[in-house]
């Protein structure tokens, strides 16, 4: 037993076990609850949620305490395969905060849904794990690894309501779209195994680290450079399988299908969880493997980053699902989030505003989209989908601290001052305009007008219509306390944005021979 316990406690101090800490307490926790909940009975169902928020809590404890190994630069381990900067604690972050929100609404939510089942928490604290490996892997088996497990969680709790048709639908669909764009970017990922052995790694000296590592790649596509035929097609690959994981057009027709019939607090968690990861992934790649042949990916970014504010913004004027159309305007923020990729590759003082626009955006997003969907988990009721404009009918009247924060964070999604949604969308344009771009700057500008109208139309249902026999809606303690912490945030990250932008710029990291462009 000793010799256990040695074995053990060397891996976490000298074998970079340390690392790990953040996702074994989430893998611990939900094996936890996989266990216990049997034991449960249906009145005690609560106890499954308060597990698996504590496992976020200790989760974020030990992802504080990785700041100071972060700082120094040595948190790297596993043949070079995990990576620990402040680029992985700014997204695990994120993750976190997402995880803990949904919980927090998926209480009242399953118990309505009669489907209050332990898989549900674990689920998404598997899916967290991988997230978070896909954040800090410096490796593309890693983060390979990581992505799967994220997208196994997913389509398993898309269908998680299991004698909803819609729900079921959803699941099929996901799972089937998914598994396509992951065999694309595996397809791509094995083109970069190729080129990595390629590599002439005489640069690294002692140690090799594996063919799949990051830096061995960029050095292969660096010595192969702008305009190879290799390059060009792993380049292609990859980026549209992490298109399809964002919903970036022309590859996010499953996006408005998988709102709809998901479960409501899924949704949220797909929206802004899987998305924000998936955009980690990218980042990582593009800053990294992709960063000496940015001339092939700038433009064909902006491309579709003017494709996905189009449809998104014209597809979403015409909807009148909620959920349909959040995700047809989660497109269009995608879009911008794409803008400010396209401004970071142009030039060093482009890339410092606009990966801080980045960064800063996916912050926001993240706490308007969850707020935007909470509002309709609030409206849910026995035997009643209400996800549909109509339920909106009368808010104000009904519930005015629902229609009060909706209104805040539509104006917010919007892009309207002093909401943290406008601080997003000005630091991108600011991006684009100091590195030359204004014409996509204009674009990003102009495409404001129709979000305008579409969020304007939840609006006037929740505050202009008469709410005829809509009942009541039922704001539990934790629903407000969600609520408070999601408006709290989108408010003063708009009025007082700058430790906000301290935490964004906190998460940067300058690719190798950064000089500019």
């Keep these: 037993m000793s010799n256990i316990l040695n074995a053990f406690r060397s891996f976490m101090q000298q074998g970079g076990g340390g690392l790990l800490l953040p996702e074994m307490m989430l893998v611990l926790f939900a094996m936890g609850i996989l266990l216990t909940d ?77 489907e209050n089942h332990g898989e549900y928490y674990a689920l998404i604290l598997f899916a967290t794990v991988g997230m978070m490996f896909m954040a800090s892997g410096y490796d593309l088996i890693v983060q390979f690894l990581g992505l799967e497990t994220m997208a196994i969680s997913f389509y398993v709790l898309a269908g998680f309501l299991r004698r909803d048709r819609r729900s079921n639908e959803s699941a099929v669909k996901y799972l089937l779209l998914g598994a396509f764009s992951s065999a694309i970017l595996a397809y791509g990922f094995s083109i970069l195994y190729g080129l990595g052995a390629t590599a002439n790694l005489s640069p690294f000296g002692g140690a090799l680290p594996p063919r799949t590592n990051l830096e061995v790649i960029q050095v292969a596509v660096e010595a192969r450079g702008h305009g190879d035929l290799l390059v060009l ?64 990916w700038e433009m064909l970014v902006a491309g579709v980053a003017i494709a996905s504010l189009t449809v998104g913004n014209f597809a979403a004027i015409t909807q009148t699902n909620i959920k349909r159309m959040l995700a047809y305007s989660s497109i269009s923020h995608v879009g911008y989030i794409l803008l400010g990729i396209v401004a970071a590759a142009s030039s060093a003082q482009g890339y410092l505003t606009g990966m801080k626009g980045v960064a800063f955006y996916l912050f926001v997003y993240g706490f308007m989209t969850i707020g935007a969907f909470a509002v309709v988990i609030v409206l849910q009721r026995q035997g009643v989908i209400s996800d549909e404009l109509d339920d909106l009918n009368g808010l104000y009247r009904r519930s005015p601290a629902s229609a009060v924060v909706l209104l805040i964070f539509m104006l917010s999604l919007a892009g309207i001052p002093p909401l943290a949604g406008f601080v997003g969308k000005y ?78 710029t906190y998460s940067l990291f300058f690719p190798a021979g950064f000089s500019g462009h």
């Design 38 to 114: 049997y034991l449960l009975e249906a009145r005690d169902k609560y106890f499954n949620a308060l597990m698996a928020m504590l496992g976020v809590i200790f989760s974020a404890i030990c992802l504080w305490q990785l700041r100071p190994a972060a700082a120094s630069g040595q948190a790297i381990g596993f043949s070079n395969s995990l990576l620990v900067d402040p680029f992985f604690l700014f997204f695990g972050l994120i993750f976190l905060i997402a995880t803990a929100l949904v919980i927090i609404l998926s209480v009242r939510y399953l118990q309505i849904e009669d």
């Design 427 to 504: 630091f991108i344009l600011q991006a684009l305009i100091e590195t030359g771009h204004n014409r996509l700057a204009l674009f990003g500008a102009l495409y404001i007008v129709p979000a305008l109208y579409y969020y304007f139309r939840i609006v006037a249902h929740a505050y202009l219509y008469e709410p005829g026999n809509a009942p009541t809606p039922k704001i539990t303690i934790g629903q407000g306390v969600a609520f408070a912490a999601l408006t709290f945030v989108t408010v003063v990250a708009g009025i007082y944005p700058e430790p906000f932008i301290h935490l964004a």
């Design 233 to 296: 097609l792993a380049l292609v690959t990859v980026i549209s399988g992490l298109f399809f994981k964002v919903a970036a057009v022309p590859f996010h027709q499953w996006a408005p299908d998988i709102y709809e019939g998901s479960p409501t607090p899924i949704t949220a968690y797909i929206s802004v969880a899987s998305k924000t990861a998936s955009f980690a992934l990218l980042l990582r790649l593009l800053l990294t493997v992709f960063w000496p042949v940015r001339l092939d």
